[in-house]
RNA sequence: CGGGGCGUGGCGCAGUCUGGUAGCGUAUCUGAAUGGGGUUCAGAGGGUCGGUGGUUCAAAUCCACUCGCCCCGACCA
């Protein structure tokens, strides 16, 4: 391609409304240019990095078995009344109605349309197991969209689902899928994690978020230091404490004390001169319409997915004021565990607590030296709050560390949640009816180049990876008006071109300078540089964006073209 | 949805408080010189100041309404 023919708008100014480095670099590149809040166009650059990135996704999900489908993005109503998601999708779920009043939805993803598709089709265990996959636009109305093509309402998507007879099937093809997404962002020269993520109230057990680690990444990661548990900050276990021996002789006299005005931890700890860790929170939540009290260390996080996943519930929120009056009979910011109405759970790190501050259920009351047991009963113990930089790993116990990542895929057992709910059936063996257990995989396309460009770049642009660069070499004639040199250029192009090299010949009439700064910011990972001092000796040289490594090749096409093999074999 | 900010040539911004000829940088076009890391000089084109209504002799500027965008939060199968 040549670049004065190239549909690529580069700017030297840092768009104002650009807050990371991948945005503000696709912006700057000319890859994408906003359309509307989270809405964005692809330009001929950025649409090449993501067919790369598609060629590799199809590649490795043929190769894993899955087979290549394309599905409506328009979605009928019933459908989703047949899954119960038109009631539980909210808002994210952009919806309308056709001429004919129909309604329909824009999909954000394709369980009920792949199921129905399967179910239609697929009657006996001889025909499963099946994983079929797309890479569509999805929808998903964000309440706040964010970091260009990061978080954004329509973007691209690579999706997979697969149906098994059988759970071992099921198994075997949520590994297959593991080993895929592993090897395409190997492939994309990623630096990855896949940690265990909560799979919420969509049902299966486990789950699986690939996390690209970047410091702008929205989600926080958890790794243990001693072994290879991973796993999102929403899942991460905690050991569970050892219980010491509780000696009831060391209980103090319980007293209660007036806190007038004093809700908060905070002000509950200098009201009383006391440290957070001996106080005991408690939250009161509603648990698909029934009232739970949750009680934690001071210091501690309640995590809501670990309260759903214990209790089981489909909806929890924290309980409104009126719930919260009934429940400890007294106003929000008193709740305590003595006398409450409500079911009390607590979390593992109460075990060792004794002589704790907790609300008195009394309006201004707190009260000191609570014990369990003397003051209040309690059964329930469990991993109920969120980790914390140092807390022990649930499994080897040595300390955890955080990082942030980017979730760029996710692969979820989703078991038999819209087999049974839309009858997706087929025979098995015995000729009993049997819903088939299926699997959900997902990438966001676009999201992965950001993610990509988060972890290469520096103060000149982008440094692509050899695998997703949309063009390998460019060749740079410093000036075009000087016939050697721009002939030699055209030779070098003609003849890569025909080899099959992706390569860019900037044939613009601009200084070399202005050129230069341009390959840089759009990250080609070869540049030839065709310059009057160097063609005299009959040589060019070629640089590497990435090692800024400069060497000089004679000026032949053969040479040059096996000095670049060379170069992109070591580099993919 | 709550809080904050912004909307002025393609992009980045000043001007708004205190109403009175729409400006700067950059980009673009033409010409000339220059030609290895965003070159210099000369000239030119390009703006309903987000929109609507109001106040006023006069509105980018004041008032009301409205639309859009960004940030923080809430929310998020």
Not at 249 to 274: G, N, Q, W
Not at 414 to 435: I, V
Request: charged share 30%; with cysteine; glycine share 8%.
């Amino acid at each position: 391609m040549q670049y004065s023919q190239l549909f690529l708008p580069t700017t030297r100014e840092i768009p104002s409304d650009a807050e990371i480095v991948s945005h503000q670099l696709m912006l700057r590149a000319g890859m994408i240019r906003k359309l509307t809040s989270g809405i964005y166009s692809y330009l001929p650059l950025g649409y090449r990095v993501i067919r790369k990135l598609e060629q590799i996704v199809r590649e490795e999900m043929n190769r894993a078995g899955a087979q290549e489908v394309f599905l409506p993005t328009v979605q009928p109503a019933e459908l989703w009344r047949e899954s119960g998601r038109w009631q539980h999708y909210g808002r994210e779920l952009l919806r309308f109605r056709d001429r004919h009043e129909r309604e329909y939805c824009l999909g954000p993803t394709h369980e009920e349309v792949i199921t129905d598709l399967v179910r239609n089709e697929i009657k006996t265990y001889r025909q499963l197991p099946r994983n079929l996959y797309q890479i569509q636009t999805k929808f998903r109305d964000e309440i706040r969209p964010r970091f260009g093509v990061m978080r954004c309402r329509e973007f691209g998507m690579k999706d997979a689902y697969s149906f098994d007879a059988d759970e071992p099937g099921a198994e075997v093809s949520y590994g297959r899928m593991f080993e895929a997404y592993c090897r395409i962002f190997a492939r994309c020269g990623l630096r990855y994690r896949a940690v265990e993520a909560d799979s919420g109230n969509i049902g299966g057990s486990f789950s699986h978020e690939f996390m690209v680690m970047a410091d702008s990444g929205e989600d926080a990661v958890v790794f243990c230091e001693g072994c290879d548990y991973a796993a999102n900050l929403e899942k991460a276990e905690i050991a569970k404490p050892e219980a010491r021996k509780i000696d009831s002789a060391r209980f103090l006299p319980r007293e209660e004390v007036e806190t007038p005005d004093v809700k908060t931890i905070e002000e509950v700890c200098r009201f009383l001169s006391v440290k957070p860790e001996e106080i005991v929170k408690t939250l009161v939540f509603s648990a698909d319409g029934m009232p739970v009290a949750v009680l934690v260390r001071g210091d501690h996080e309640v995590n809501e997915a670990k309260v759903r996943n214990y209790l089981g519930c489909d909806s929890l929120e924290l309980a409104d004021d009126d719930t919260i009056l009934k429940v400890t009979g007294s106003p929000r910011g008193f709740a305590g565990a003595i006398g409450i109405r409500a079911r009390l759970i607590a979390d593992h790190a109460l075990l060792n607590m004794t002589n704790f501050v907790m609300g008195a259920n009394r309006r201004d009351t707190h009260v000191r030296n609570v014990n369990m047991g003397r003051d209040f009963p309690l059964r329930e113990f469990a991993d109920l709050r969120t980790a914390k930089p140092g807390d022990a790993c649930a499994r080897c116990g040595k300390p955890m560390q955080f990082a942030r990542g980017i979730e760029v895929g996710h692969v979820f057992k989703l078991g038999t949640k819209y087999s049974k709910a839309m009858r997706a059936l087929f025979l098995d063996r015995e000729g009993r009816e049997q819903p088939m257990i299926m699997g959900c995989y997902g990438i966001g396309i676009g999201r992965t180049v950001a993610a990509c460009i988060e972890q290469n770049h520096d103060e000149a642009g982008i440094v692509w990876p050899m695998a997703l660069a949309p063009y390998t070499v460019i060749i740079t004639p410093v000036n075009v008006k000087d016939e050697k040199l721009f002939q030699a250029s055209q030779r070098l192009y003609d003849h890569l071109s025909e080899r099959g090299f992706e390569v860019l010949l900037d044939d613009r009439d601009e200084r070399a300078g202005v050129k230069f700064m341009d390959a840089d910011l759009i990250g080609v990972p070869l540049r030839i540089t065709v310059g009057p001092k160097r063609v005299a000796e009959g040589k060019v040289e070629i640089k590497s964006r990435k090692s800024g490594e400069v060497s000089v090749v004679a000026l032949d096409e053969r040479e040059v073209e096996t000095f670049l093999r060379e170069r992109i074999s070591k580099e993919m």
